[in-house]
């Protein structure tokens, strides 16, 4: 998702140097942090557009805008084929319509955890602006109530990108046994608003929510974030009794999607963490249960997007979210 429009406001600009990962940070997400510092050091990563220092500056650069609602519907990636294809029935539900429904759950050690996926904006928001502009309610203040998200420079959505890997999440938790929701399956003409996406993961009584994106940020930015709830007391929004689940959930996520994918925490915010607290985020500002946003990638930066694009690696960046949601279930 690019930072600009709902529930992603940029956050406050800076510099840093990105380095090996401190033993702070190592205490922070134990293991696999600590091994991403071990294999950057010795260039194993191949991310080598990510050691200068840069500019945190969140939003689309100039010369690559992030699509607005406007833009025509765009194509499907190069490696979309390689993977579970996100389904293209037309919407037809109404846009109050409940999570999307989930296979049956089998048997493992997930069984009895419920898991709401929440796919990143939907494929049909382009064509309903004005629904997808009004206000709604997010405790702190109001927002619109979603955005067409992002996209590669090819032309490779967000939208689409978002719902392959909650497809590939779905398969890989529900073989453990956890019975999982989609909160939208592009089985509606847009939506939901970010309103009802945390009322979704409220009403399922959800162990675990974790909302699935690709941000929109400048070229040379590149690796993920996963991005936690900070304590919020305003209005319709109250987080304080999911602030520290949810930091545990995303610190998993982030040590487990580094081991899956081999890529780095972000260079531009985060300060190399791969974490980024936020009390601007309606789905996480509404949400009653444990739940974290995480930025798999920059569409706009030609590297990450060669990966975004990726079949193989959007399986790899599947499991390793799916790995870390496992091991916060299972504690």
């Given at each position: 998702m690019s930072y600009t429009g709902p529930d992603f406001d940029p956050p406050p600009s800076r510099r840093f140097r990105r380095g090996p990962l401190t033993v702070a940070l190592a205490a922070l997400v134990p293991g696999a942090l600590l091994g991403w510092a071990v294999y950057a050091a010795v260039g194993g990563s191949g991310d080598d557009g990510g050691d200068a220092s840069t500019s945190a500056g969140a939003s689309a650069s100039a010369s690559s805008p992030a699509p607005s609602s406007a833009d025509a519907s765009p194509p499907d990636g190069p490696d979309e084929s390689d993977g579970k294809k996100p389904s293209t029935s037309p919407g037809s539900a109404s846009a109050s319509s409940s999570a999307s429904a989930s296979a049956p759950a089998g048997t493992g050690p997930l069984k009895g955890k419920v898991v709401v996926i929440d796919p990143g904006h939907n494929?049909?928001?382009?064509?309903?602006?004005?629904?997808?502009?009004?206000?709604?309610?997010?405790?702190?203040?109001?927002?619109?109530?979603?955005?067409?998200?992002?996209?590669?420079?090819?032309g490779f959505s967000e939208a689409k990108f978002t719902l392959d890997v909650a497809h590939r999440m779905r398969a890989l938790l529900e073989e453990q046994g956890a019975t999982v929701k989609l909160t939208q399956d592009d089985d509606r003409?847009?939506?939901?608003?970010?309103?009802?996406?945390?009322?979704?993961?409220?009403?399922?009584?959800?162990?675990?929510?974790?909302?699935?994106?690709?941000?929109?940020?400048?070229?040379?930015?590149?690796?993920?974030?996963?991005?936690?709830?900070?304590?919020?007391?305003?209005?319709?929004?109250?987080?304080?009794?999911?602030?520290?689940?949810?930091?545990?959930?995303?610190?998993?996520?982030?040590?487990?999607?580094?081991?899956?994918?081999?890529?780095?925490?972000?260079?531009?915010?985060?300060?190399?963490?791969?974490?980024?607290?936020?009390?601007?985020?309606?789905?996480?500002?509404?949400?009653?249960?444990?739940?974290?946003?995480?930025?798999?990638?920059?569409?706009?930066?030609?590297?990450?997007?060669?990966?975004?694009?990726?079949?193989?690696?959007?399986?790899?960046?599947?499991?390793?979210?799916?790995?870390?949601?496992?091991?916060?279930?299972?504690?």
């Open positions: 494929p049909g928001n382009f064509r309903h602006t004005a629904e997808i502009n009004r206000q709604v309610d997010i405790g702190t203040n109001s927002k619109e109530c979603d955005t067409t998200g992002t996209s590669t420079n090819d003409p847009f939506g939901p608003c970010i309103d009802e996406r945390a009322r979704i993961g409220n009403k399922a009584k959800a162990d675990a929510v974790v909302s699935i994106h690709a941000d929109g940020s400048g070229t040379g930015n590149r690796g993920f974030h996963v991005i936690l709830p900070g304590p919020v007391n305003s209005g319709a929004a109250d987080t304080r009794a999911i602030v520290e689940p949810s930091r545990e959930l995303g610190e998993r996520i982030a040590g487990n999607f580094v081991r899956a994918t081999g890529d780095g925490p972000s260079n531009y915010v985060g300060g190399g963490t791969g974490l980024v607290t936020r009390k601007d985020l309606g789905g996480l500002n509404l949400s009653t249960v444990p739940k974290v946003f995480i930025e798999c990638g920059n569409m706009r930066d030609s590297k990450d997007a060669a990966l975004l694009t990726s079949g193989a690696w959007r399986q790899k960046a599947a499991r390793g979210i799916s790995e870390g949601i496992a091991s916060f279930l299972r504690g």
